[in-house]
Nanobody, 111 residues
């Protein structure tokens, strides 16, 4: 079983940046690739970025996904943030999110 812990969220003004972190522990050898997902209020959870270089159109050119395999850690650098990026952000396997979800980290983009 794999445990996922996300962190790094917060309140940021439009145009600002945040860096999210996801630490995976447990039986991580079952995971080939990881991704970031988000869920805004009243909306379904959606894939934001995953693998080496998949990005949703809405974040392309602004978000960068990276990983440190030695530390079992996944990152999401978010730049030029917009109010519509406000959501709870989660990490999970990519492209199919078959792991148990962590608690997520809240990102609020507002002036």
């Amino acid at each position: 079983q794999v445990q996922l812990v996300e962190s790094g969220g917060g309140l940021v003004q439009p145009g600002g940046s945040l860096r999210l972190t996801c630490i995976a522990s447990g039986n991580i050898f079952s995971i080939n690739a990881m991704g970031w997902y988000r869920q805004a209020p009243g909306k379904q959870r959606e894939l934001v970025a995953g693998g080496a270089a998949y990005y949703a159109d809405s974040v392309k050119g602004r978000f960068i996904i990276s990983r440190d395999s030695a530390k079992n850690t996944l990152y999401l650098q978010m730049n030029s943030l917009k109010p519509e990026d406000t959501a709870v952000y989660y990490c999970n396997a990519f492209p199919r999110s078959f792991l148990s979800w962590g608690q997520g980290t809240q990102v609020n983009v507002s002036s």
